[in-house]
C-alpha cells in the first residue's frame, strides 16, 4: 500500500514538473499493483485527456467509475440480504449512475425492486441487462415475467423469479363488493386455519394464523366459472402446460392484527400425503380490502428458489394484497404471507382474500417445474 502511493505521489509530482510520460507510466505501473486505485484512474483519464487522447481517457474514467462502484455492490448486496431493499435500491441507483453497465448492479436492482414490488423498475432493471446481454437467461426471463408475456425460455436449473399472474381492478365492483359484504357477515363462522401434520390437519399459531371458511357457497357459483375462464390466459403465461381442470378448492380467508403465514408450499407442508395437495397445480389469491388499507403487511412473498434443493434462496418478488386484485402462481412455489399489523379489531379493516387451488383432474404429481 504504501508503495503504491509513493508511486501515487512520485506520478502527481511528475506531472506537476511537466513529465507526462514519466507520470503516465507511473500512474499505469501504480494501477497494475492495485487496478482499484480509483484516484490513480481518474488522474490518468485527466492527463490523457490533457494530451488529447479522448478514447484512452474515456476508457480510464469508465474503469474509475466501475472501481468506485465495486464496493458499494457488495454494500447494496448486504442490505439487500438484511432485508433493506429501499437502502439498497438507493445506492444501486448510484451504482448504475456510475458505471451504467454494471451487470451485478442492475440484477441486484432488479431484486431489490422485486423485494419492495416495485414491478416498473424490475422490468427497467431486466430490460437494460437484456440489452447489454441479450442472450442471458436471467434478463430474457425476468424481462419477459415484468412484461407480463410467457416465459421467454425454459432454463431448468437456473434460479429465476418464480412465475406469477398479477391483476389489478379484476372483479367488477358488485361482485367485489359482494365478496367484501358475505366475507363480514359470515366472519364469526370462520375456524382457525390449519396446517397439514402427520396427525391431521392442525391449528398451528407459531407457523400460520389466520380464519377460514370453506367453500362459500354463494360465491363458488359465479367465481370458479370466472376462474376458468382466466385459465388459459393464466397458464400461457406461467409457461404450464395444458392440463385437464379438476376440483377447485375455494376459501374465504381473514388475517387480523398479528396473521401470517410462513413459507409453504401449497402442494404441501412440509410434507403432506400425495392425495391431499398432489392435484394442486394453480394457487390463486383474490384480495379484498378497504381503500385505503387500514393494516400494514400482509404482503405476499413469492420466494426465488434453488431447483436443485428445492430451498428458497431470496425473498424473491413481493406481491402487495391491493384490494380487488388477484395473483395466481404453479402451487409448488414456495411462499409466505408477512406479519399483518394492524391497531383495530373490526373485521371491514382487515385482510381478506378468496384462495384456493385449482386441480389437475388426472391428479398426478406436477411434471412442471418452474
Ligand atoms: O393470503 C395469501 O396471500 C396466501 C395464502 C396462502 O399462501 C395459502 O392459503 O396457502
Ligand atoms: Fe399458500
Known amino acids: 500500500m504504501a508503495e503504491t502511493e509513493d508511486l501515487f505521489s512520485a506520478a502527481g509530482a511528475a506531472l506537476a514538473g511537466g513529465e507526462r510520460e514519466r507520470a503516465e507510466r507511473l500512474y499505469r505501473q501504480l494501477l497494475e499493483r492495485q487496478p482499484a486505485h480509483v484516484a490513480a484512474w481518474r488522474a490518468l483519464a485527466g492527463l490523457l485527456e490533457a494530451a488529447g487522447r479522448m478514447q484512452e481517457a474515456e476508457a480510464a474514467e469508465r474503469e474509475a467509475a466501475r472501481q468506485e462502484a465495486l464496493p458499494l455492490l457488495d454494500v447494496a448486496e448486504g442490505l439487500l440480504a438484511r432485508g433493506q431493499p429501499g437502502k439498497a435500491r438507493s445506492l444501486l441507483q448510484r451504482v448504475l449512475a456510475l458505471d451504467p453497465a454494471s451487470e451485478r448492479a442492475l440484477r441486484l436492482g432488479a431484486d431489490a425492486a422485486r423485494v419492495a414490488g416495485d414491478y416498473p423498475a424490475a422490468l427497467d432493471h431486466y430490460r437494460r441487462l437484456a440489452a447489454l ?36 381492478d379484476w372483479l367488477p365492483l358488485e361482485r367485489r363488493d359482494e365478496v367484501f359484504a358475505y366475507a363480514l357477515s359470515h366472519r364469526s363462522e370462520m375456524a382457525d386455519a390449519t396446517v397439514w401434520q402427520p396427525d391431521g390437519y392442525k391449528a398451528m399459531t407459531g407457523v400460520r394464523r389466520a380464519s377460514v371458511l370453506y367453500e362459500p357457497e354463494p360465491i363458488l357459483e359465479w367465481f370458479v366459472p370466472l376462474l376458468r375462464r382466466s385459465l388459459p390466459e393464466v397458464r400461457r403465461r406461467l ?7 379438476g376440483r377447485v378448492e375455494l376459501q374465504l380467508t381473514f388475517h387480523g392484527d398479528g396473521g401470517f403465514y410462513d413459507q409453504h408450499r401449497d402442494t404441501g407442508w412440509p410434507e403432506a400425503p400425495a392425495e391431499e395437495t398432489d392435484p394442486r397445480r394453480i394457487s390463486f389469491v383474490a384480495y379484498f380490502a378497504r381503500r385505503p388499507r387500514r393494516f400494514s403487511g400482509g404482503e405476499l412473498l413469492l420466494f426465488d428458489t434453488d431447483p436443485r ?30 406479519p399483518i399489523r394492524l391497531d383495530s379489531t373490526d373485521p371491514a379493516d382487515g385482510r381478506i382474500t378468496l384462495n384456493g387451488w385449482i386441480h389437475d383432474a388426472a391428479g398426478r404429481a406436477p411434471d412442471y417445474r418452474p
Open 133 to 168: 446481454r441479450p442472450m442471458n437467461p436471467l434478463a430474457r426471463a425476468g424481462a419477459a415475467l415484468f412484461a407480463g408475456e410467457p416465459p421467454a425460455l425454459h432454463a431448468p436449473g437456473l434460479v429465476l423469479p418464480s412465475p406469477f399472474v398479477r391483476w389489478t
Open 239 to 245: 409457461g404450464m402446460p395444458a392440463f385437464e381442470v
Open 309 to 338: 434443493s428445492g430451498q428458497a434462496l431470496r425473498d424473491g418478488t413481493l406481491v402487495e394484497p391491493d384490494d380487488n386484485s388477484v395473483v395466481f402462481f404453479p402451487s409448488v412455489v414456495l411462499h409466505e404471507v408477512r
